[in-house]
Each structure stands twice: as C-alpha cells, then as structure tokens.
C-alpha cells in the first residue's frame, strides 16, 4: 500500500505539498495517480505521473495550480498544490495503476488504480 502525508489546513491561495511513499519496484513499474474525495463526493482523479518517461497528467480542476512529481531517491511521489480553493477541500489519495507504467488518456478512473493507502485530509478555509 502506499501511504499519503502532507494534509492539512491552508488558506484561500495558499500552498500545500502532499507526499507519497512506495516501494522502489513500485515506482518503477506502475503510473502513480493521486485522487481525491470531497465531503459527499465520489473519488475523483487529480493527477498522474508516468513511471514510463514522467509525463504528467492532470483534470481540468487542477491544470496550471497543482504539479506532480518524484523524487526516486526517494521513493515519493509529490503533488504541489498551489493557489488552493476551498472546492480543494477533500481527502486525498494516492494509489497504482492495476497494470500501466503510463498515464492513460483517457484520465484517471478509479477503477484503473490500487493499493490505496490511508489519505491524508486537506482543507481550505480562511
């Protein structure tokens, strides 16, 4: 399982970065997708980042405010969350592609994805 960190409590147009462990093997093999669940929602995806080549995709909500990358030295995938919303409120989730070392184009789907760990809850409040 991977383990999400980083949550907390930031303001309108602030920053937080979330971070997520995995195995080494993991890393290299499987795309690694972070998603999210907002009071009363379904987990939606937010960004994926292939083990492939790097390449990086991300939802329409999120384009130009949040990043995803990997640190390989240290086994972490990040996602730097920037100009936060309160619509950002969620808890977030990071998780494996079941197969793929790449991002698919069609995006991220829930059921594409697995070993999902414990999250970590953001929110977004002045």
């Known amino acids: 399982q991977l383990q999400a960190s980083g949550g907390g409590l930031a303001k309108p147009g602030g920053s937080l970065r979330l971070s997520c462990v995995a195995s080494?093997?993991?890393?290299?093999?499987?795309?690694i997708g972070w998603f999210r669940q907002a009071p009363g929602e379904e987990l939606r995806g937010v960004a994926c980042?292939?083990?492939?080549?790097?390449?990086?995709r991300y939802e329409d909500s999120v384009k130009g405010r949040f990043t995803i990358s990997r640190d390989k030295a240290k086994n972490t995938v990040f996602l730097q969350m920037n100009s936060l919303k309160a619509e950002d409120t969620a808890v977030y989730y990071c998780?494996?592609?079941?197969?793929?070392?790449?991002?698919?184009?069609?995006?991220?789907?829930?059921?594409?994805?697995?070993?999902w760990g414990r999250g970590t809850l953001v929110t977004v409040s002045s």
């Open positions: 998780a494996t592609d079941r197969w793929a070392d790449y991002c698919r184009e069609y995006g991220l789907l829930v059921a594409d994805f697995q070993s």
């Open positions: 080494k093997s993991t890393l290299d093999r499987y795309a």
């Open positions: 980042i292939s083990s492939r080549d790097g390449s990086k």
